[in-house]
């Protein structure tokens, strides 16, 4: 059986998952007992991982990068609880998931966490795939403008990792995000050089405005560029070929991240704030040394 989130007496049901788009801090795996190890996930995760310790044998966790998670107890073997964990967990996500705890053991294995982005498609695979902006997807041919007005086009930064960032300073989570972001473009730099390149676009108001508070707040080093957008009823981002695209098409909440293969292909997506984006830094350096042709983009 899986064990829903509890606060008082224990429930039994069939299955459930959740994925929290808020996840915490934490660092990789300590020890069993210590649910603020469990990488990725939120509160609600950390809390309902309390009650798996004192839950009945045969059960499992599973967590998966982004924050997905599940747990089931009372199975008739380590191996089935591991599997129904896993498959659980996976209903919620794009993303791979594996077995964090079986029983009263860690089991976590950080060096196969940081590989879960993979496997990355091929330049030839790359060039079949459709547009949009789930894994697997070629992401939209995006035109938007640095400060002083040069036009850009995001299939300018081909044979380049791109984390692609939306956001806007009218948003309180935004906002609250952004030094980890911070932390995030001084560590790619220091690791990886320029085969990173951070894109960080408004949604919803002059870049003026989003630049002014950038600068006012401390984070005039970050990579802002112009989306286009110049007001909070303009709601559309501008496409290479002209055409226009909804948004929320992008990003259903605000702040939304993407990070985007060498071929342009989205290898992860994550809609709300994240903490602590430097838990992602090892799966970033894993995409910039396995997938793709090393070149330099037009840009350059």
Same mark, same amino acid.
């Given at each position: 059986?899986?064990?829903? *989130?509890?606060?008082? #007496?224990?429930?039994?049901?069939?299955?459930? /998952?959740?994925?929290?788009?808020?996840?915490?801090? %934490?660092?990789?795996?300590?020890?069993?007992?210590?649910?603020?190890?469990?990488?990725?996930?939120?509160?609600?995760?950390?809390?309902?991982?309390?009650?798996?310790?004192?839950?009945?044998?045969?059960? !499992?966790? !599973?967590?998966?990068?982004?924050?997905?998670?599940?747990?089931?107890?009372?199975?008739? $073997? !380590?191996?089935?609880?591991?599997?129904?964990?896993?498959?659980?967990?996976?209903?919620?996500? +794009?993303? =791979?998931?594996?077995?964090? !705890?079986?029983?009263?053991?860690?089991?976590?294995? $950080?060096?196969?966490?940081?590989?879960?982005?993979?496997?990355?498609?091929?330049?030839?695979?790359?060039?079949?795939?459709? #547009?949009?902006?789930?894994?697997?997807?070629?992401?939209?041919?995006?035109?938007? @403008?640095?400060?002083?007005? +040069?036009?850009?086009?995001?299939?300018?930064?081909?044979?380049?990792?791109?984390?692609?960032? *939306?956001?806007? $300073?009218?948003?309180? %989570?935004?906002?609250?995000?952004?030094?980890? &972001? +911070?932390?995030?473009?001084?560590?790619? @730099?220091?690791?990886?050089?320029?085969?990173?390149?951070?894109?960080? &676009?408004?949604?919803?108001?002059?870049?003026?405005?989003?630049?002014?508070?950038?600068?006012?707040?401390?984070?005039?080093?970050?990579?802002?560029?112009?989306?286009?957008?110049?007001?909070?009823?303009?709601?559309? *981002?501008?496409?290479?070929?002209?055409?226009?695209? #909804?948004? =929320?098409?992008?990003?259903? /909440?605000?702040? $939304?991240?993407?990070?985007?293969?060498?071929?342009?292909?989205?290898?992860?997506?994550?809609?709300?704030? /994240?903490?602590?984006?430097?838990?992602?830094?090892? *799966?970033?350096?894993?995409?910039?040394?396995?997938?793709?042709?090393?070149?330099?983009?037009?840009?350059?």
């Amino acid at each position: 059986m899986i064990n829903l *989130f509890r606060g008082n #007496p224990p429930l039994l049901a069939i299955g459930l /998952v959740f994925f929290l788009l808020l996840p915490g801090t %934490s660092s990789f795996a300590a020890g069993v007992n210590d649910p603020e190890a469990i990488p990725h996930v939120g509160l609600r995760a950390r809390e309902s991982y309390v009650s798996y310790l004192y839950a009945t044998d045969y059960k !499992a966790f !599973a967590i998966g990068p982004g924050g997905a998670w599940a747990w089931q107890e009372g199975l008739a $073997s !380590a191996e089935e609880a591991a599997r129904k964990a896993i498959d659980f967990c996976q209903r919620y996500t +794009q993303q =791979r998931c594996i077995t964090y !705890a079986l029983n009263d053991a860690l089991v976590f294995d $950080s060096q196969q966490w940081s590989t879960l982005w993979r496997p990355y498609l091929s330049t030839l695979q790359a060039e079949k795939a459709k #547009p949009g902006n789930k894994r697997g997807q070629r992401f939209y041919d995006l035109l938007f @403008k640095t400060d002083t007005g +040069q036009k850009l086009r995001l299939s300018d930064y081909r044979g380049k990792v791109v984390f692609l960032h *939306f956001w806007g $300073s009218w948003c309180p %989570s935004c906002m609250f995000e952004f030094p980890s &972001l +911070q932390r995030l473009q001084q560590k790619i @730099k220091q690791q990886m050089g320029q085969q990173v390149e951070l894109i960080i &676009l408004q949604a919803r108001e002059p870049f003026s405005v989003s630049r002014r508070w950038a600068n006012k707040n401390g984070f005039g080093d970050m990579p802002l560029y112009d989306s286009g957008a110049d007001a909070d009823d303009n709601t559309d *981002f501008r496409l290479a070929n002209g055409n226009l695209i #909804p948004d =929320r098409a992008i990003a259903r /909440v605000f702040p $939304s991240s993407y990070v985007i293969d060498k071929n342009g292909i989205v290898v992860f997506g994550h809609h709300g704030a /994240v903490n602590d984006w430097l838990e992602y830094i090892n *799966f970033i350096q894993d995409l910039v040394t396995e997938s793709g042709p090393q070149v330099l983009s037009k840009k350059d």
